[in-house]
């Protein structure tokens, strides 16, 4: 259930004091790359850390980490039950996403950490996560048309709810190459509260200059917003660039345009490319990277794809980013979402009526088959799993069951 509003968070962590720092990090994508990098960046300067991001990758507890590590399991369950267990005494009546994020803000009191990177879970200004006491620096990354039932139906009034992170006399970094519409709503609305913003791009950020070519042009941006806000959050903490370079080089995001060795599953020989793309601005980065390295010069230009979707979204735009007529498709529908069982799939027969790939295949639940079946069709060409972070993890948590 998605109820947003802060009166049944706020009960539920009346009583807990919150001694760490927070960076807050808004947007409709780049958002965990940022939390990322941010954590890269603490961790170089021996900051002790705690992470909070959503969705799960592969168990319901890896959404929070101490110092880039997945808390335990039993660490993770001790704390939940204590938080559902306030929830029932208190008579709160919290949604699951409120205890995950109560949960995650005990563990990082209980740990000691000295900053807390916290990820919004939807919007902003509503967010459970906007119970936030201490925020260091807030952060907003690419807004995109998302969630519209929930937010408004035009990108300036969801960056204005993105926006409600902000707080009166904490600085504010967002992602310059947003729209010029959605950069002047942030102005505004920063005069109205009472701080300051910059816009971070890599043309101003020598951080992401230096790292050039060596990173993808969406991540440099990311890259960009990040160091700006971790400049503005601690500036008696700024090492020199040859000791942050190597710190965010080689930050491994699972699910953003990450190669994945699927042998175990379908004996496929070579890398698949797997993202969790599943909006239009995800979807262009992602077309981009595919054009770039699977369609460009003598390569073949066909693709083979494996997408999941949810429902209710809107696969038109996306479609027409990701698909071309000699691409091969299978269409796959995700398991259930632990934590999140209001999260359902698009059926596969819908996501096929949606594409004009000239090969398609409806593997409804059966995500092994749809795999053994685009690898075969591939022969050993550029295959894609995208459209959805829960079929992302499907497919990891697949592999390891397999491993």
């Known amino acids: 259930m998605i109820e947003l509003g802060l009166a049944r968070i706020q009960k539920l962590l009346h009583k807990t004091p919150q001694t760490w720092k927070a960076i807050h990090v808004a947007g409709t994508n780049g958002k965990g790359s940022i939390c990322a990098y941010l954590t890269a960046l603490l961790r170089a300067n021996n900051v002790t850390c705690g992470k ?70 939807l919007g902003g200004r509503l967010d459970a996560t906007n119970v936030l006491q201490e925020k260091s620096v807030t952060v907003i990354s690419k807004i995109g048309l998302d969630h519209q039932f929930l937010l408004g139906d035009t990108i300036e009034e969801i960056a204005l709810q993105k926006a409600g992170i902000m707080r009166q006399g904490v600085p504010c970094v967002v992602d310059a190459s947003n729209p010029k519409s959605v950069l002047g709503t942030f102005q505004k609305h920063s005069r109205d509260v009472g701080t300051s913003v910059t816009n971070a791009s890599p043309e101003s950020n020598e951080l992401a200059r230096l790292l050039g070519d060596t990173i993808e042009p969406h991540q440099a941006q990311n890259l960009a917003v990040a160091h700006e806000a971790f400049r503005l ?20 995001w699972p699910g953003r345009l990450q190669l994945l060795d699927i042998s175990a599953l379908t004996g496929r020989q070579g890398d698949i490319l ?94 092994l088959g749809a795999l053994q079946w685009a690898t075969k069709v591939a022969n050993n060409g550029p295959l894609v799993i995208a459209g959805s972070l829960y079929l992302v993890s499907d497919v990891l948590r697949l592999l390891r069951e397999t491993a």
Request: glycine fraction near 4%; charge should be negative.
């Open 233 to 252: 959050a601690f500036p008696q903490n700024i090492k020199p660039l040859d000791i942050l370079v190597p710190a965010v080089r080689n930050i491994n």
């Open 274 to 367: 797997l993202d969790g793309a599943h909006n239009p601005q995800s979807a262009e980065v992602l077309a981009s990277y595919v054009n770039r390295h699977f369609r460009a010069g003598d390569l073949p230009k066909s693709v083979t794809w494996v997408l999941a979707a949810s429902q209710g979204k809107d696969l038109g735009d996306i479609m027409k980013l990701l698909i071309q007529q000699d691409d091969s498709m299978a269409a796959v529908e995700f398991g259930p979402v632990d934590g999140m069982p209001w999260v359902k799939p698009m059926s596969s027969t819908t996501i096929l009526e949606a594409t004009n790939a000239k090969t398609r295949y409806d593997s409804r639940s059966d995500l």
């Open 52 to 121: 909070f991001t959503s969705p799960h990758l592969i168990d319901r507890w890896d959404c929070i980490s101490i110092n880039d590590s997945a808390i335990p399991e039993t660490r993770f369950r001790h704390f939940e039950d204590l938080v559902k267990q306030r929830n029932e005494d208190w008579h709160v009546g919290a949604t699951e996403f409120e205890l995950l994020t109560a949960t995650a803000f005990e563990i990082f009191e209980a740990e000691k950490v000295q900053v807390g990177v916290v990820e919004v879970g």
